[in-house]
């Protein structure tokens, strides 16, 4: 029911665009989020937002290179994120959830990850 894509390889301080197609049901009360996980490393946080309200959160590790938007027409959430360091290589995972304060693991919906790698 989400479908994350637009991982690949990219040079240090470039740019990629994530996308995270949701069909099956409607999310408009649930929030969609980004997750990353490095390897030998635990999956964190990234960015979410609020379907329908569109508040946007994000990790402080992205704040100001990172903009998560959705476009309700194609049911799908963006994550561009730019001036792309090494540290951000991992690999990419969205999920949604009605809840809030949900633990990085309960979350409802996931989708299959997207590996982003940048090259230092």
């Known amino acids: 029911q989400l479908q994350a894509s637009g991982g690949g390889l990219v040079q240090a301080g470039g740019s990629l665009r994530l996308s995270c197609a949701a069909s099956g049901r409607t999310f408009n009360t649930y929030t969609v989020g980004w997750f990353r996980q490095a390897p030998g490393k635990e999956r964190e946080f990234v960015a979410a937002i609020h379907w329908s309200r569109g508040s946007a959160y994000y990790a402080d590790s992205v704040k100001g290179r990172f903009t998560i938007s959705r476009d309700n027409a194609k049911n799908t959430v963006y994550l561009q994120m730019n001036s792309l360091k090494s540290e951000d290589t991992a690999v990419y995972y969205c999920?949604?959830?009605?809840?809030?304060?949900?633990?990085?693991?309960?979350?409802?919906?996931w989708g299959k990850g997207t590996q982003v790698t940048v090259s230092s």
């Open positions: 999920a949604a959830d009605a809840r809030s304060g949900v633990q990085i693991m309960d979350w409802h919906y």
